[in-house]
């Protein structure tokens, strides 16, 4: 098996493996940008209080994003074809550049991370299929975390498993056990999977497995969201991040 690793031991992104913008196809790259710093071996994507709104006027509901992938592609303007649309027939507005970064298709992934999530935002690692036809569109979610389900310091629904999307043959087996962590703290969330099985775990103990997951190439995504619609009125100096020490996984 290949493997693959990044401690984030420079001052930037690799660009022949990561993309700093999250779905630019349905937006423009200058209006999906990552808000990030890669320093110190770590990553640290936030939402800083100026950050735009990602996709407004067509996302139906107000959202903020600082993301980065391994991979991405989109045909020309106007054309249907690009990953994770969230629209019925959603079209490119920015045709983008074709990334190959790191595309596993089997194997085992980790993400050594820790989140700063309030009730209005939350973070997320999962992989999602890249896409070379619209069926190969299944995700396998390695940890989402919504601020609203945290108890701080505490415990945390911690969401995994398999989502459908578009792909026809993937059962939607997703769940959000309830874990004694602090998610501000640093773990360990990973997933090893193979065309039979795929097996979760937080810190090395098993949490969930899953059948028949997908092996078709998938690019991994990193993100923390901003929910704006969500505010409680005092919050709007809160600045979501999501710091990552290590990514590293096999094909």
Known sequence: MAAFRDDFTGDRLDPAVWDPHYLPHWGTRAGTAAAYDVARGRLRLAIPVDHPLWCPGQHPTSLRVSG?????????VGSRVGGQPFLDGQTVREEQPRLEGWLPSSGVVSVRCRMEISPRSMAAVWLSGFEETPEESGEICLVEVFGKDVDPGRSAEVGMGLKRCRDPHLVHDFAAPRLPIDVSEWHEYAVG???????????????????RPPTYPMQLM????????????????LVPAYEVDRISGTD
């Open 68 to 76: 980065i992938a391994s991979g991405g592609h989109s045909g020309p």
């Open 193 to 211: 999977w193979d065309a039979g099985t795929a097996r979760f775990t937080v810190d090395g103990e098993h949490v969930r497995r899953c059948t």
């Open 222 to 237: 990193v993100a923390v969201f901003d929910f704006p619609d969500w505010s409680t009125g005092n919050d709007g100096d």
